[in-house]
């Protein structure tokens, strides 16, 4: 799911003046057994947000949490059942669609969004990047290998990124930040997701309906 947000971007050819640092980052991945808690904090010096998610995945089966409009809610992705399940948890009211890649990607916002790694809120292929491989650090007690990324853009402006992954949790990156100016500096926005709590054991309950929940047409 977290990858469904940088397909659109990923997916489009490279321009020939853009080196292929694919061989010189580590891959990004996760465990086939995992939960943990996201907090993204976004500063751009007009606003301090910060936004809390928690997700959970076994196989193919993913699940979020969110609070929205002050309300409790989860959704719940099922390939093996080619379903979707949105859930109110605080009305016990589940909804149910098919699982299509637009639908999940509308249903779990899974709060990174354009913030995603190597993933630029404006899509554009950048003009200049420089990858460089940082020493070794340790979060949460996880050895992660740390990458930085400098791209400058068509319209100079310019990202600079910084992305810690475990490397005993296959690849999944615990600390991302990321550092975007205009070319006279007169903006900067700043964006940090880290994940917390990180568990590798999630019980098949989490991605099942309560049988107390009640379907609705919509929430």
């Known amino acids: 799911m977290l ?11 490279p321009r020939e003046n ?4 694919s061989s010189r980052v580590p ?11 996201i907090i993204q904090t976004i500063d751009d010096g007009d606003r301090h947000e910060v936004i809390e998610t928690r ?10 949490e969110w609070r929205e409009g ?15 399940f949105l859930l109110s948890i605080d009305r016990q009211l589940f909804v149910e669609t098919s699982n299509d890649l637009k639908a999940a990607a509308e249903a ?6 354009e ?9 554009d292929e950048p003009e200049t990047v420089e990858v460089t491989l940082l020493p070794e650090s340790a979060i949460d007690g996880h050895v992660c290998t740390a990458v930085e990324r400098k791209a400058v853009f068509a319209d100079r ?4 990124t910084r992305i810690y992954s475990a490397k005993d949790l296959g690849g999944l990156f615990l600390r991302m930040k990321s550092e975007s100016s205009s070319f006279d500096r007169a903006s900067h926005k700043t964006v940090l997701v880290e994940r917390k709590n990180v568990k590798t054991n999630v019980s098949d309950t989490e991605f099942t309906v309560p049988s107390n929940y009640k379907r609705a047409a919509s929430l």
């Open 3 to 13: 990858a469904m947000h940088a397909c659109s971007c990923a997916s489009r050819p």
């Open 18 to 21: 853009v080196p292929d640092i």
């Open 27 to 37: 891959a990004f991945a996760e465990p086939d057994n995992y939960s943990a808690t």
């Open 55 to 64: 997700v959970a995945r076994s196989g193919e089966m993913f699940r979020e």
């Open 70 to 84: 002050g309300e409790l809610r989860a959704a719940i992705s099922r390939p093996d059942l080619g379903k979707i």
């Open 108 to 113: 779990m916002p899974t709060g990174l969004g």
């Open 115 to 123: 913030n995603a790694p190597w993933n630029p809120a404006s899509c």
């Open 157 to 160: 402006h310019s990202e600079l």
